[in-house]
């Protein structure tokens, strides 16, 4: 699926840095009836993690109260040249993946 | 010992006794939403303060309400957040979402955006790295809820 990542591109070593993710996702919520009155059932991402050269520096657990289309910010010390990894782990086997590379002067 | 009708009255009007009831409006925090919170926060104290909840205090819309969490932390190796929980009052579920963090987070922040379907109260949590929890709420008005409504 989809998934808009910002990381700044370059950064000093040192600098505390702000990284965004969205990602494409209904977040069902499992309280919604149809018309007929049928349970739609929850279909939801329940976990993201974010991992900095392979060592997880945030991670969180959502909850059907999460809007659709998952956006989460937050931040992080830009120690050394490499690669964020990003992971949403949903409902249903979902998984999707998203990753950035960020320079470290 | 004659009654009269100017007596009567005179003496019920000095023993009127005007009852005072003072009805407090109590902060009763919701057993499912204590219960969701104690389920995080165990026996341990929660105290106010340190957390910021930056949310609108009036939305039109509850299908997304942007909203920010920050904590006033130094975010080093022995002073930092290790987690900050968010609950809401009246969801179906109480739960909105758990943001794990460490020294290497440099900022106790976290932005996302939530449903809320109703008006309500929402509470963020930050639990620190000596353990202690650190709370604070906000009152939202929801004019539009989310969650609950009919499919087409």
Redesign the interface.
């Known amino acids: 699926m989809a998934a808009l990542i910002n990381v700044p591109a370059k950064a000093r070593r040192g600098d505390t840095i702000e990284i965004r993710t969205l990602t494409s996702h209904i977040m069902e919520t499992g309280f919604r009836h149809t018309m007929d009155g049928v349970l739609v059932p929850r279909d939801i991402i329940t976990s993201f993690t974010c991992r900095y050269n392979g060592t997880e520096i945030f991670r969180a657990d959502l909850f059907p109260a999460i809007a659709a289309n998952p956006y989460l910010s937050f931040f992080t010390v830009a120690k050394e040249s490499g690669k964020f990894e990003f992971e949403w782990i949903g409902d249903n086997g979902y998984s999707s993946t998203a990753s950035a590379t960020i320079t470290v002067e | 010992m004659p009654t009269t009708r100017r007596e009567f009255l005179g003496l019920a009007g000095s023993v009127t006794v005007f009852p005072i009831v003072t009805l407090r409006p109590v902060e009763a925090t919701p057993t499912i939403l204590n219960a969701a919170i104690r389920n995080v926060v165990g026996e341990a104290a929660i105290r106010t303060g340190k957390v910021k909840l930056d949310i609108p205090p009036l939305v039109e819309n509850g ?3 942007p909203m ?1 969490v920050s904590v006033a932390s130094p975010m080093t190796a022995d002073d930092y957040v290790k987690s900050i929980h968010v609950f ?1 009052e009246k ?3 109480p ?8 020294p ?13 379907a109703d008006t309500q109260k929402v509470v963020a949590i930050a639990r620190l790295s000596d353990d202690s929890f650190w709370q604070v709420a906000a009152d939202v008005v929801v004019t539009l809820a ?7």
Do not use: D, K, W
């Not at chain 2, 739960?95 to 460490?102: E, H, S, V």
């Not at chain 2, 290497?104 to 809320?116: E, F, K, M």
């Not at chain 2, 989310?146 to 087409?152: D, P």
């Open positions: 299908n997304t309400v920010t809401n969801n179906p579920q739960n909105i979402g758990n943001f794990y963090m460490n290497s987070s440099g900022r106790a922040q976290v932005s996302t955006r939530i449903r809320l989310a969650c609950t409504e009919e499919m087409n």
